[in-house]
Structure formats: C-alpha cells, structure tokens
C-alpha cells in the first residue's frame, strides 16, 4: 500500500502541482487548503509525511507543526517562498525535518526528501561515503580517502567541484559520519550569510558559493575561526564550503580575505567532472539506475553494453546530476526490463535542449538584472553589489561575463 502524504497549501495551482508530483512518485496524496483542514486530516487519517507552506490561513505551517509534535513524530517539511534564514532554523529547532525555500524550489529532490523522511534507512545520509560518491578511478578513491579522513575532525573543509559533481553529497557525508553529526546541517548561500545569521542551534553549516561571501561576513567569520569551534561566548558549528574553484586563486584577484582563504582551503577536498573519469560511468549508471528504479517502483532494469559505451561517450556537462536525470527518464519511459538506445538518446537530446534554453534565459535575466542595478546606482560598484547582495569582486565578473560597459553619471 501506498504511503500517504499530507499536502498543505493555500494556493491551488500550487497545491495541485505539488500533490501530481508526489502521485507520481507513488505516494497516496491527501491535500488541505489551510491550517485548520490540515489539522482535521491530520487527525482523521494520520499520514506517513506531512509537507506544508508556511504562510497560510486559519493556522500557519508553524501552528500546525507545533499541533502535530504535540502528539506525534511524524515527519513535517516546511516550504516558503519568504523563508529566510531565521525562519529555517526556527523551523528545525521546532522539530520540522527540513525547510525548503521555494524560491529554488526543487520538485524531484522535495520528492526525496519526503522518500528519506518516511523511510530514513533507505535515505542516502545513512551510507557510507564510498556508496554515496560511487566510482573506482584514482580521483574518486583520493577524494573518498580524504573525506574519510577529514570527517571526524572539528576543522573547516573546502569541496571544489563543478555543478553537479556531488559536492552537496560530499559534505553531507562529512557531517553524517563526523564530529558535528549529533546536530544539524544547515545550508546557506554564502550571500545571504552574516553576523546576524542564527547558528546557535546548529552543529554544522554548508556556506555554498565561497565568492559571494560579503566583505562584512568574512570579517565575521574570519573572527569565528579565528578563535576556534569552541571561542566566543558561545560555540560556532563547522564550517563547510563549497566553491567551483580552489580558493587560493580567487583571493589573489581580491575576491577572499587572503587569511580567510587560507583557513578555508587549509583542507581541501576536490571532486572531479564526470567527463574526467569516464570509466566510472558503468559502476555509476548501474547505481543509479537501480535507485531510479526503487523511487519509481519499477522491476530491476537491464543496460546493454551498447547503451553503455553510448553513455561513456557522452561530455556530461551537468556531471553527475545530468546522468542521473537521464537515467531515471530512461527507466521511467521504458517498457520492458531493457533500456534502449534509442529511449537515451531521446532523453539525452530533449534535456540538452532544455538545458540550454534554461541557461539562456537565465542569463538573460542576469544581465538584465545587473544592467538594472547598475542603472539605479549611476554605475557604483559598492552600491550595486549591496543591491544585488553580492561581493564587489563578483559585480565586476559579471560585467566582464555580460561585456557591459559601465558609465558613471556625472
């Protein structure tokens, strides 16, 4: 039998997506329009998972949460296109399982994160690292053997890697199988951190971005480090980061505090692009393939060798990410136990078509939005960059990626 969701959101045409694509996943889905129906569903047939807005009549998802703890641990995840920071630590220390702000809102991984929620032995966080980041080639084995022995320690570590390599997946592994582990693991967005941001509950936090750390929080947390996880009038988490590149090259351009790129980078932790070891492509499309097939509810698939050279041949630019998607399409349009050729490739080109028309628009709006802050400052660096919430140094890459001309007004 089907597990059964609880789905709260005052917004219909939201409501409806949600609720698809949780039934198609598998899951039986209930839906309440407030906090009120939420709470007579709740009670009249009690779910395995609720996910609920934060932000709604008669009863918010705060409210309803606390009703729920009152008498059960069912699991809750919140989501909110107004959350901040504050308002997910206020969540977690309220006991919500997780908090997803939905202005990067995620379906397939909101969809996984109800899957671990109900069932946490089947969840990822409870592996091992070597079946978490799976590949048999040099790289992967350095960067396992460094993970595992980075995790018990108290110290900051830095994951460079790509978009989609896993650096995610690393540092949660490094938290689940680590010192910090008996609290949680908070990610931030290394713009939106500050002095001002609530970590007294945590026991870990993943700052992605390293380049968009603002002048004022690598001075915060420069002094933080400094004095070590147990400084200050109270204990300061761990500290992991994420960065597309090594750190020491981007504070000699100015964009890092050179000591606080140094503390950073001290133990570092590089996960490789997919199109560098190849031949972990077999080991890792068979992974997946069977996760895909266990989140989908499909028998075990088979993959020829044929299809398999046709994955290895491939550039992979989304990395891991991109393999995975192609992969659980594949089996989910398949309709006998053998994926073909023919089904990948299909997958392969309708996602690269995608892909790029997404990356165009965003750029698009990217330029658009820089050329609009630029406009309202009269083309002051420092403003722009408070405008946009972003370092000074990652203004000016933009404007050489967007080749804008700046003009001062007089």
């Not at 996943?25 to 998972?49: H, I, L, N, Q, T």
């Not at 995790?151 to 790509?162: D, I, Q, R």
């Not at 400094?226 to 750190?247: N, Q």
């Not at 690269?352 to 802050?373: G, M, V």
Request: aromatic share 4%; net charge neutral.
């Amino acid at each position: 039998m089907a597990e059964r969701v609880l789905v709260v959101d005052d917004q219909p045409a939201a409501l409806r997506a949600l609720a698809n694509e949780l039934e198609d996943a598998g899951f039986d889905v209930a839906v309440a329009r407030d906090g009120a129906e939420a709470w007579e569903s709740f009670c009249s047939r009690r779910p395995a998972a609720v996910v609920t807005d934060l932000v709604m009549p008669n009863g918010d998802g705060m409210e309803l949460l606390g009703r729920i703890r009152e008498q059960s641990d069912v699991p809750v995840i919140l989501f909110s296109a107004h959350g901040s920071i504050e308002t997910a630590v206020s969540a977690l220390k309220a006991g919500a399982d997780d908090f997803v702000p939905t202005t990067r809102f995620d379906a397939d991984r909101l969809v996984q994160m109800v899957r671990d929620a109900i069932d946490p032995a089947s969840s990822s966080t409870t592996l091992a690292i070597e079946e978490r980041l799976v590949g048999e080639s040099p790289f992967m084995v350095a960067a396992r053997r460094r993970l595992e022995g980075l995790a018990p320690l108290g110290t900051p570590v830095l994951v460079v890697g790509e978009p989609g390599v896993g650096c995610s997946t690393a540092i949660q592994a490094l938290h689940d199988l680590g010192s910090s582990r008996s609290r949680s693991l908070c990610r931030i967005d290394a713009g939106d951190f500050g002095a001002r941001t609530p970590v007294r509950s945590l026991g870990a936090i993943h700052l992605r971005g390293a380049l968009e750390l603002t002048v004022e929080a690598q001075s915060f947390l420069l002094r933080k480090l400094r004095a070590g996880p147990e400084g200050g009038a109270e204990p300061f988490p761990r500290v992991f980061v994420s960065s597309r590149e090594p750190l020491a090259h981007v504070s000699q351009e100015g964009a890092l505090d050179p000591e606080l790129a140094h503390i950073l980078a001290r133990f570092e932790v590089r996960i490789p692009p997919l199109r560098d070891r190849l031949e972990d492509v077999p080991e890792l499309a068979r992974v997946l393939i069977d996760r895909a097939c266990a989140r989908i509810g499909r028998r075990r698939m088979r993959i020829s060798p044929r299809v398999m050279a046709y994955l290895q041949a491939q550039e992979w630019p989304g990395n891991v990410t991109e393999l995975e998607t192609v992969l659980e399409r594949a089996v989910a349009y398949s309709r006998g136990r053998d994926i073909t050729k023919s089904t990948v490739e299909d997958v392969v080109a309708d996602l690269a078509e995608n892909l790029a028309s997404l990356r165009a628009t965003r750029e698009r709006r990217q330029r658009q939005s820089l050329i609009d802050a630029l406009r309202r400052t009269g083309g002051n660096i420092t403003q722009t960059a408070e405008l946009l919430g972003k370092s000074r140094s990652a203004v000016y890459r933009l404007i050489e990626k967007h080749g804008i001309r700046l003009t001062r007004e007089g």
